[in-house]
Protein backbone atom coordinates (compact mmCIF):
# COMPACT_ATOMS: atom_id res chain seq x y z
CA UNK A 1 0.00 0.00 0.00
CA UNK A 2 1.30 3.34 -0.91
CA UNK A 3 1.07 5.91 1.43
CA UNK A 4 1.84 9.53 0.26
CA UNK A 5 2.09 12.85 2.21
CA UNK A 6 2.71 16.21 1.02
CA UNK A 7 4.13 19.12 2.55
CA UNK A 8 5.64 22.43 1.93
CA UNK A 9 2.68 24.36 1.79
CA UNK A 10 1.71 27.77 3.71
CA UNK A 11 1.52 31.49 3.66
CA UNK A 12 3.59 33.11 0.51
CA UNK A 13 3.17 36.50 -0.77
CA UNK A 14 1.99 36.92 -4.87
CA UNK A 15 5.17 36.69 -7.09
CA UNK A 16 6.69 34.44 -4.01
CA UNK A 17 7.90 30.54 -4.57
CA UNK A 18 7.16 27.73 -2.90
CA UNK A 19 8.31 23.73 -3.25
CA UNK A 20 5.96 21.23 -2.24
CA UNK A 21 6.88 17.64 -1.84
CA UNK A 22 5.03 14.43 -1.94
CA UNK A 23 7.10 11.72 -0.61
CA UNK A 24 6.06 7.93 -0.65
CA UNK A 25 7.83 4.87 0.43
CA UNK A 26 7.15 3.30 -2.52
CA UNK A 27 8.15 5.99 -5.32
CA UNK A 28 12.10 4.81 -5.44
CA UNK A 29 10.11 1.70 -7.29
CA UNK A 30 9.99 3.98 -10.37
CA UNK A 31 6.80 2.32 -10.98
CA UNK A 32 4.62 4.99 -10.16
CA UNK A 33 3.33 7.94 -12.23
CA UNK A 34 2.13 10.67 -9.95
CA UNK A 35 0.05 14.06 -10.30
CA UNK A 36 -0.86 17.25 -8.21
CA UNK A 37 -3.83 18.56 -7.91
CA UNK A 38 -5.78 21.79 -6.64
CA UNK A 39 -9.05 22.49 -5.44
CA UNK A 40 -10.21 25.90 -3.94
CA UNK A 41 -13.33 26.38 -2.08
CA UNK A 42 -16.26 26.28 -3.70
CA UNK A 43 -14.49 24.98 -6.99
CA UNK A 44 -13.77 21.65 -8.74
CA UNK A 45 -10.58 19.73 -8.16
CA UNK A 46 -8.48 20.42 -11.01
CA UNK A 47 -5.16 19.02 -12.35
CA UNK A 48 -2.33 21.06 -11.83
CA UNK A 49 0.87 18.91 -13.59
CA UNK A 50 1.46 15.07 -13.61
CA UNK A 51 4.55 13.32 -14.21
CA UNK A 52 5.33 9.79 -15.67
CA UNK A 53 7.07 6.92 -13.79
CA UNK A 54 10.47 7.45 -15.85
CA UNK A 55 10.14 10.90 -15.13
CA UNK A 56 10.42 11.88 -18.43
CA UNK A 57 7.19 12.85 -19.86
CA UNK A 58 5.40 15.84 -17.90
CA UNK A 59 2.64 17.98 -18.37
CA UNK A 60 1.15 21.25 -16.50
CA UNK A 61 -1.70 22.90 -16.77
CA UNK A 62 -2.23 25.94 -18.74
CA UNK A 63 -3.52 28.08 -15.59
CA UNK A 64 0.48 27.22 -13.95
CA UNK A 65 2.05 26.75 -17.03
CA UNK A 66 5.55 28.20 -17.59
CA UNK A 67 5.75 28.89 -13.39
CA UNK A 68 5.05 25.23 -12.02
CA UNK A 69 7.65 22.86 -12.21
CA UNK A 70 7.24 19.16 -11.59
CA UNK A 71 10.30 16.89 -10.94
CA UNK A 72 10.58 13.56 -8.96
CA UNK A 73 13.97 12.32 -7.16
CA UNK A 74 13.21 8.68 -7.41
CA UNK A 75 15.75 7.88 -4.77
CA UNK A 76 14.48 10.32 -2.04
CA UNK A 77 11.00 9.02 -2.72
CA UNK A 78 9.92 12.35 -3.75
CA UNK A 79 7.89 14.32 -6.10
CA UNK A 80 8.05 17.73 -6.40
CA UNK A 81 6.19 20.60 -7.20
CA UNK A 82 8.34 23.73 -7.73
CA UNK A 83 6.09 27.21 -7.89
CA UNK A 84 7.25 30.55 -8.85
CA UNK A 85 5.50 33.71 -9.16
CA UNK A 86 2.45 32.37 -7.64
CA UNK A 87 -0.46 34.17 -7.83
CA UNK A 88 -3.64 34.59 -5.82
CA UNK A 89 -5.50 32.67 -7.62
CA UNK A 90 -3.10 29.11 -7.25
CA UNK A 91 -4.45 28.92 -3.28
CA UNK A 92 -5.99 26.40 -2.93
CA UNK A 93 -5.38 22.80 -0.83
CA UNK A 94 -2.78 20.89 -2.84
CA UNK A 95 -2.80 17.52 -3.28
CA UNK A 96 -0.61 14.14 -4.76
CA UNK A 97 -1.94 11.30 -6.15
CA UNK A 98 0.08 8.19 -6.99
CA UNK A 99 -0.74 5.24 -9.61
CA UNK A 100 1.21 2.14 -10.36
CA UNK A 101 1.80 1.84 -13.72
CA UNK A 102 2.78 -0.99 -15.79
CA UNK A 103 4.29 -0.86 -19.63
CA UNK A 104 7.23 1.62 -20.30
CA UNK A 105 6.40 3.96 -17.67
CA UNK A 106 6.51 6.68 -20.00
CA UNK A 107 2.46 7.88 -19.48
CA UNK A 108 1.79 11.47 -17.76
CA UNK A 109 -1.94 11.18 -16.45
CA UNK A 110 -4.07 14.64 -16.08
CA UNK A 111 -7.30 13.17 -14.68
CA UNK A 112 -8.20 12.12 -11.47
CA UNK A 113 -9.82 9.12 -12.03
CA UNK A 114 -6.38 7.42 -13.30
CA UNK A 115 -5.14 7.68 -9.70
CA UNK A 116 -5.46 5.11 -7.04
CA UNK A 117 -3.64 6.42 -4.01
CA UNK A 118 -3.87 10.29 -2.40
CA UNK A 119 -2.04 11.97 0.16
CA UNK A 120 -3.94 14.51 2.31
CA UNK A 121 -2.86 17.44 1.12
CA UNK A 122 -1.17 20.36 2.13
CA UNK A 123 -2.78 24.16 1.81
CA UNK A 124 -1.35 27.13 -0.19
CA UNK A 125 -2.59 30.53 0.72
CA UNK A 126 -0.92 33.35 -1.70
CA UNK A 127 -1.66 36.40 -0.25
CA UNK A 128 0.00 39.62 0.70
Known amino acids: QLQLVESGGGLVQPGGSLRLSCIGSALASGYYAVGWFRQAPGKEREGVSCISATGHTTNTADSVKGRFTISRDNAANTVYLQMHNVKPEDTAFYYC?????????????????????WGQGTQVTVSS
Open 97 to 117: AARFDYGPGNVCYDVESEYTY
